[in-house]
């Protein structure tokens, strides 16, 4: 049997998964203090081996967004640390699902309180500085694979999130800005927009409008979801190493 590890170097790495940019500048605080190769989620070589991985990415309807499925099913490291970053409305279980269903080799976690995707005054400056004890783990030799406990999430966040997200946000172009540069076409993970032109696969991630040259693309919202983004803060990072 060839031995992986003698096959492949001991390759360090930091993954994120960003639409809005929250999970990014984690990313990128934690990349000064690790400075571990820096990768974008749907760029990882599936084919290796990685040692330390370090994976960020944003909680969607209170759960791991799909476009993270095909890294977690296949991805294979010795220790893994993660940060999921969430709106501070609710987590929901994504973390305990991570460890348990996809079976990943968890030595730390941690849920990580950031500005809303949606909301646009959005104040809250996240304390970057609360993630160092967790990013510690990775030098611990004595690292120990960690128990999540299991949090509760609001009933029916898994009902149809892509259709609900649909009907309480409007995304719209501004045909006067749009030079039809199709940079949000290239930039959306799920083939859902053209030229500025949105499709049925929109997940209303905002990842276009956040990445369009020109603010040609701007989002609007339902009453009941800006009621709903109403809802009371978490500030508080909850970690597990
Ligand atoms: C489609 C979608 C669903 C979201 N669902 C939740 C949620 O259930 N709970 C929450 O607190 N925040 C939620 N958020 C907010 C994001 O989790 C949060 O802003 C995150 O930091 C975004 O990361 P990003 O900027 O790297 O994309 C959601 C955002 C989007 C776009
Ligand atoms: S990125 Fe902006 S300017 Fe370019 S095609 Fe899309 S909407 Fe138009
Ligand atoms: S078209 Fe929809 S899915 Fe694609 S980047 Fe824009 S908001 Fe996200």
Known sequence: MPNNEKIFPKIDVLIYLSYTFNSKKVALF???FLNYKLIEASKVDLNIKYNNVLLVYPIHSQDIPKNLYNL???IKCNKMIVIATYGRIKHGN???KLRYKFIMPLIGA???PTKHSYLKNDKFEPNYDDLI???N???NEDSKFIDIKKSKSTLGHNFFPKL?????IKIVLDKNKCISCNLCGINCSNKAIKNGVINSNCIRCLKCICNCP???LDYKMNKILKAYLKNQRHNQIELYY
Do not use: D, G, H, M
């Open 30 to 32: 934690c990349n000064q």
């Open 72 to 74: 977690l099913k296949n």
């Open 94 to 96: 994504s973390l305990f």
């Open 110 to 112: 941690c849920y990580f």
């Open 133 to 135: 004890p967790l990013l």
């Open 137 to 139: 783990a990775f030098n």
């Open 164 to 168: 609900r997200a649909q009907l309480s």
């Open 214 to 216: 020109n603010n040609a």
